[in-house]
C-alpha cells in the first residue's frame, strides 16, 4: 500500500511537469467516456432498468396471441384473459392493460383541456405486479365487477402537478372522459407501469374504463390489452408455456371464428420474461440493432481517443528514457515500473471518467427534456444510475489499460547501458526513420474515423433521399392541427356541430383556401387498418383483405393538395346521402381491379354488404413510411360515419403562421373541453416521419466529425514527433544541397504511406459496417459510391495537411540550428 501511495504522488508530480501533455489527456478521456456513458444511460433506461416499484419482476411474464395476418406478438381480448387465468395454474395471477388518451379539463374560463394518457386495468392490476398503494387503497376484486362504482387511482406525478399532492383528492369526484369518477389512491412515486417512457395520469377498472369509453368492448374478437402473469412459487416459464398453449388449442376448438388467422391457421399464444417486453417485442430488433450502432460509434471515438493518449505516452516515454533508466540501474525491476506507469495511466483515466460523468449527467439531462412531437407526454428516465457508474468505470478501468499498457510495455523494454548512452544518436538513421506502433496507432484512428464518416454519410445521404421523396400530398401551404375530444362526454350530434363551426371560423381566416378533417394524418402514428370486400374481387382462401384505411371530412383532397385521378372529393351532401361513399387510391386499383374504372363499382366491410361506392381515385402516396413499397387505401367519408375526425387540415395562400396561430384560441372558443395536442406544418410531419433517420444521421456525423478530428491531432503528433527526431538527419540533408521542398515530400511521402494503407482498411470495415445501416437508409445502397469516395478524398486530404504541417516547419529551419539539434 505504500509502494501505491508514492506511485500516486509521483504521478501527480509527473502532471505537474506537463500540465498540457495532463489536460490533453484528460478531456479526451472525458469527451469519450461522457459520450459512452450518455448513450449507455439511454440504453439503460429503455431496455434495462427495471420499472420501479414491481416486485420480483423476474417472476413476470408477458403473454401475446398472435394476430390476425400472423405475426406473434400481438394483443389479447378481456374474455381470452379470464380463461387463461383458469388455465394456467403455473401463473399465481393474469393481469392486463392497455393505453387510454383522455382529455382532461377544459372548462370555460378554466385550464386548457389537455390530452393525457392512462391505463385501464383489471382489477387485479396492482396485485400482481406487487405494488403497494400507500395513498389510499388499490382496487377490490368487486370493483372489477360489472354495475361497480366507478373509480380511478391516480398517478403520482399527474396528482403533484394537477392538484399539488393534497391528500384531500382521496374520497373526492373529477371529471375524468367527462365523467364523474372516484377517487380511490395515487400510486407510488415513481411507478409508471411496465412502458417506459409513459407516464400514466391514472389507472381505471375495465369496468369504469367501459363506461367512459376508454376501455375495448368485452368481446373475444376485441384485442386491445398487453397481458402480464406472475409465476406461482417454484413454476417455470416453460410450464406456463405449455399451459397456456393448451389453453390456446381449447379456445380454437371452442371459438374458431375468432381464434383463426388469415392463413386458416390457430392463433397462437407466446410467453416472455417481462424485462424482454419492456420495448415491444415488435420493434425490439429494430431498437436494438439502433442502440448497437449508437455504442459501437461511441465506443469507436473513445478508441480513437485512446489511441491519441497512447501515441502521447510514447512520446513521453521517450522523453523519460534515462528516468526510466536510472530508476532500473538502482534496483527497480521490470515489473515495478511498469506498475508504476500503470499507475499514471489509470489515474488520468480516473480523472477523466470523473468528468465524462459529469458530461454525461448534462447530456441526459438535454436529453430528457427533449419534447418529441407525440400527442401524449412521452418521458424516458435516462439520469444515471449505479449501473450507469458501474459502466463508467468499467470503461474508465479499460480505457486506463487500453491507452496505458503498451507505452509501459515498450518503454520499460530497452536495456540500461543502451538507454543512458542513447541520447543524441536516437534521433537519427534507421532509429528516427522507424514510425513503429505510433504509426500503428495513428493507422487505426484513421480506420475507424473512416468507419465513422461513411455511416454518417450514407445517413445523411439517405435523409437528403428521403427528402426528395413524394409523399403523395402538397407539403408548402400546409397547417395540421390534432384534436382530442372524449367520445362519452360528445355525443355525435355535438361533434358535427363543434365541426361545422371549426371549419366555419377557419375558413374565414385571411389566405384560407381549405378546410377539412381526417382521423390520421398520411406518416402519423394513427394508422389502422379494417376488412374490405370488393365487388367483382374473390380473395384467396388465405388472403389478409385488412386494408389501411382512415376517415375523412368534406374538401379533404383539396386541403391536402391531393389531385384526384377519377371522380370527386368528399362533400357536403355525403351528410344526407343514402349511400356511403369511398376514395381509394391508384395501388388498391391496380391489386383488385385490375386498373379498370373504379367509379361507381362498391366495397363492403368485411364479408357485410357491398354498400360503400368508390366516388374517386387518389394517385398512391406514403401513408405508413416514406420508405414503403405502394400500397392499397381507401379513405371513407366521416360525415357518414360515428369516427372522430381528430386531425383538421388547412390549406393557405402565402404565410402558415396566421392561421396557426388562430387555430387554438378558436377551438377554445367553439368548445373548451376539446383539446389541441399539436399544431404543425406539413414539412414537421415529413421530418417526423424521419426522425431516426435525423437522430442518426447528427449522431453519426457529429461522432464522425469528432473522431475524425481527433485521428488527425493523432497522425499530426505522430508526425511531428517522427520529424523532431530526424532534425539532425534533415539538418544534413539540407547542409549537403537538399531543397526544402524535397525534404517535405520525403517526410508527407512517408505519412502518407501509413495514411493511405489506413484508409483502405477502414474502408473496406466501413463497407461491412454499412449493411448493419441498411435499415435506415432511404433510396441508398449501403455500398453508396459517393459516400466513399468523398469520405476517403476528405480523410486523406486531412491527413496530407497533418503531415504536411510539421514536415514544413521543420524543413524551414536552418541547417546549422538543426545539426546543433540535441
Not at 378481456?78 to 388518451?101: C, K, M, Q, R
Not at 391528500?167 to 377517487?183: E, K, M
Not at 389501411?548 to 344526407?576: K, N, Q, W
Not at 400500397?631 to 360525415?639: D, E, G, R, T
Request: glycine share 12%; hydrophobic share 50%; with cysteine.
Amino acid at each position: 500500500m505504500t509502494a501505491l501511495f508514492g506511485d500516486v504522488r509521483h504521478t501527480f508530480r509527473q502532471l505537474r511537469r506537463g500540465p498540457g501533455f495532463a489536460v490533453a489527456a484528460v478531456l479526451t478521456l472525458a469527451l469519450g467516456i461522457g459520450a459512452n456513458t450518455a448513450i449507455f444511460s439511454a440504453v439503460n433506461g429503455l431496455l434495462l432498468r427495471p420499472p420501479p416499484g414491481v416486485r420480483a419482476l423476474d417472476d413476470l411474464v408477458a403473454i401475446y396471441t398472435s394476430d390476425y395476418s400472423g405475426p406473434a406478438f400481438g394483443a389479447s381480448s378481456l374474455p381470452d384473459v379470464e380463461d387463461f387465468s383458469a388455465g394456467t395454474p403455473a401463473l399465481s395471477g393474469i393481469t392486463a392493460y392497455t393505453i387510454a388518451p383522455v382529455v382532461f379539463g377544459g372548462t370555460a374560463g378554466g385550464r386548457a383541456a389537455a390530452l393525457v394518457a392512462g391505463q385501464v386495468v383489471t382489477a387485479n392490476y396492482f396485485d400482481v405486479l406487487g405494488v403497494r398503494i400507500t395513498t389510499g387503497r388499490s382496487f377490490s376484486k368487486a370493483e372489477g365487477e360489472p354495475g361497480s362504482p366507478a373509480v380511478v387511482i391516480l398517478g403520482d406525478a399527474f396528482w403533484q402537478s394537477r392538484y399539488g399532492g393534497d391528500p384531500s383528492i382521496l374520497g373526492r369526484v373529477i371529471q375524468l372522459a367527462g365523467q364523474p369518477v372516484t377517487v380511490i389512491g395515487v400510486a407510488p412515486a415513481g411507478f409508471t407501469g411496465l412502458l417506459p417512457g409513459i407516464v400514466p395520469a391514472f389507472f381505471t377498472t375495465t369496468v369504469t374504463g367501459g363506461r367512459l369509453g376508454l376501455a375495448s368492448p368485452d368481446e373475444r374478437g376485441s384485442r386491445g390489452s398487453f397481458v402480464i402473469g406472475r409465476l406461482a412459487t417454484g413454476a417455470t416459464l416453460r410450464q406456463a408455456s405449455d399451459q397456456l398453449g393448451r389453453v390456446a388449442a381449447s379456445l380454437h376448438e371452442r371459438h374458431p371464428g375468432e381464434w383463426t388467422d388469415v392463413r386458416d391457421e390457430p392463433r397462437r399464444v407466446t410467453v416472455l420474461p417481462a424485462s424482454n417486453a419492456l420495448v415491444p417485442p415488435q420493434v425490439r430488433g429494430p431498437v436494438t440493432a439502433f442502440v448497437a450502432v449508437l455504442m459501437a460509434v461511441v465506443g469507436a471515438v473513445l478508441l480513437i481517443g485512446c489511441a491519441n493518449i497512447a501515441n502521447l505516452l510514447l512520446a513521453r516515454a521517450t522523453a523519460r528514457r534515462r528516468e526510466i533508466a536510472v530508476r532500473t540501474a538502482i534496483g527497480a525491476t521490470r515489473g515495478r515500473l511498469i506498475r508504476q506507469l500503470l499507475t499514471e495511466s489509470m489515474i488520468l483515466a480516473g480523472i477523466g471518467g470523473v468528468i465524462g460523468v459529469a458530461l454525461a449527467y448534462v447530456l441526459t439531462r438535454l436529453l430528457a427534456g427533449v419534447e418529441l412531437p407525440l400527442p401524449v407526454e412521452v418521458r424516458l428516465n435516462v439520469t444515471p444510475d449505479l449501473r450507469v457508474l458501474a459502466f463508467a468505470a468499467l470503461v474508465s478501468v479499460l480505457a486506463g489499460v487500453l491507452f496505458g499498457l503498451a507505452p509501459a510495455l515498450l518503454a520499460t523494454r530497452r536495456t540500461i547501458s543502451a538507454s543512458l548512452r542513447d541520447h543524441s544518436a536516437s534521433g537519427s538513421g534507421a532509429a528516427g526513420r522507424k514510425l513503429g506502433l505510433r504509426a500503428l496507432l495513428a493507422g487505426g484512428q484513421i480506420s475507424v474515423a473512416v468507419v465513422l464518416l461513411v455511416a454518417g454519410g450514407l445517413l445523411v445521404r439517405s435523409l437528403r433521399s428521403a427528402q426528395s421523396i413524394d409523399p403523395g400530398f402538397r407539403v408548402n401551404g400546409m397547417v395540421f392541427a390534432s384534436l382530442a375530444q372524449d367520445d362519452a362526454a360528445s355525443s355525435p350530434d355535438r361533434r358535427a356541430v363543434f365541426a361545422r363551426t371549426l371549419r366555419q371560423r377557419l375558413d374565414a381566416l385571411p389566405g384560407v383556401r381549405a378546410v377539412s378533417f381526417v382521423r390520421a394524418l398520411p406518416l402519423s402514428l394513427g394508422q389502422s387498418r379494417r376488412s374490405f370486400s370488393v365487388e367483382g374481387y374473390t380473395p384467396g382462401r388465405t388472403e389478409d383483405m385488412e386494408l389501411y384505411s382512415t376517415f375523412a371530412g368534406p374538401g379533404f383532397f383539396t386541403a391536402m393538395g391531393i389531385p384526384l385521378l377519377r371522380g370527386r372529393d368528399f362533400d357536403d351532401a355525403d351528410a344526407t346521402s343514402d349511400l356511403r361513399v369511398a376514395v381509394v387510391n391508384q395501388a388498391f386499383i391496380d391489386r383488385y381491379m385490375n386498373g379498370r374504372d373504379p367509379i361507381g363499382r362498391r366495397l363492403g366491410n368485411g364479408s357485410g354488404p357491398l354498400d360503400i361506392e368508390i366516388v374517386g381515385l387518389a394517385p398512391t402516396g406514403k401513408y405508413v413510411s416514406l420508405g414503403e413499397d405502394p400500397v392499397p387505401f381507401v379513405w371513407l367519408s366521416s360525415s357518414q360515419a360515428a369516427a372522430v375526425s381528430s386531425t383538421i387540415v388547412i390549406r393557405v395562400d402565402g404565410a402558415v403562421a396566421p392561421a396557426a396561430s388562430a387555430i387554438r384560441g378558436i377551438v377554445g372558443d367553439i368548445d373548451p373541453s376539446v383539446a389541441v395536442t399539436s399544431i404543425g406544418t406539413a414539412g414537421q410531419q415529413l421530418a417526423f416521419a424521419l426522425l431516426p433517420q435525423r437522430i442518426g444521421a447528427w449522431l453519426l456525423g457529429l461522432f464522425g466529425a469528432l473522431g475524425l478530428t481527433l485521428a488527425m491531432v493523432g497522425i499530426y503528433g505522430v508526425m511531428a514527433f517522427a520529424v523532431s527526431r530526424r532534425t539532425r538527419e534533415i539538418g544534413v540533408r539540407l547542409a549537403l544541397g537538399a531543397r526544402s521542398a524535397d525534404v517535405v515530400r520525403m517526410v508527407v511521402v512517408q505519412g502518407m504511406r501509413v495514411a493511405t494503407i489506413a484508409a483502405l482498411a477502414g474502408t473496406i470495415l466501413a463497407a461491412g459496417a454499412a449493411q448493419l445501416l441498411r435499415f435506415l437508409l432511404f433510396d441508398t445502397q449501403p455500398l453508396d459510391p459517393p459516400t466513399f469516395v468523398g469520405v476517403i478524398g476528405l480523410v486523406l486530404g486531412v491527413s496530407l495537411l497533418a503531415n504536411w504541417l510539421p514536415a514544413r516547419r521543420t524543413a524551414a529551419v536552418d541547417p546549422v540550428d538543426a545539426l546543433r539539434y540535441d
